[in-house]
């Protein structure tokens, strides 16, 4: 199995084509396989359901002539296709209403980008500022965090923006969705997600 293709993530829907879930490569092809899920791919613009018998029968068509712009998982004997999204048949689960409020989800929604100067950074470079400062009474909210590479942290203190001199690259608010998602979206591997995340109410979480 190709190590590149095992570290995709799936789309999960409910049987309403609601997305509930990101999973594991793995944890997709056992739902296929045990025939709790489908395959939903967009064709020529429409969107077309396949079981894993017929998955398995498109993939082999699709590697006659699209070989090089998929993953692939290998077997012994065939290629299977690796699909960007499922949907459970039975599953009528509701998506969360809401985007959990934590380090890895800050991050994502700021893009590894301090709010002060711009710039971006790796991880071990930023940290986490809180625009009121706590001493002040600023909570720990999705408006009022944001990251900030730790020269800026340091400038800023125990300030606000403007007792510092400095100004945020755009106001902290909370995300409609999960930041993480919003970043997978802007992968061309991952584009076939967007019409599924783009309504408001779905916050999706990466597990």
């Known amino acids: ?119 971006h950074q790796p991880t071990s470079e930023l940290s986490l500022d809180h625009v009121m400062p706590r001493s002040r009474g600023g909570e720990s909210t999705w408006t009022n965090v944001v990251v900030a590479c730790t020269g800026c942290n340091a400038r800023k203190g125990g300030r606000t923006p403007r007792e510092a001199g400095m100004r945020l690259v755009r106001e902290p608010a909370v995300p409609k969705r999960s930041p993480l998602l919003s970043l997978k979206v802007q992968a061309s591997r991952y584009a076939s997600w967007k019409k599924f995340l783009d309504a408001a109410y779905w916050s999706v979480e990466l597990h």
């Open 1 to 119: 199995m190709s190590v590149l293709a095992l570290s995709a993530n799936v789309l999960v829907l409910n049987k309403f084509c609601q997305a509930t879930q990101v999973v594991s490569v793995r944890r997709a092809f056992s739902l296929l396989a045990k025939r709790y899920a489908e395959v939903i791919e967009l064709v020529e613009g429409q969107y077309q359901a396949y079981n894993f018998e017929s998955w398995i029968e498109a993939s082999t068509f699709k590697k006659s002539f699209d070989e090089d712009h998929h993953d692939w998982i290998r077997t012994v004997s065939l290629s299977i296709l690796v699909p960007r999204i499922i949907r459970l048949v039975a599953c009528d689960r509701i998506p969360a209403g809401k985007v959990k409020f934590n380090r890895r989800n800050i991050f994502a929604r700021d893009e590894n980008r301090c709010q002060y100067c711009g710039r």
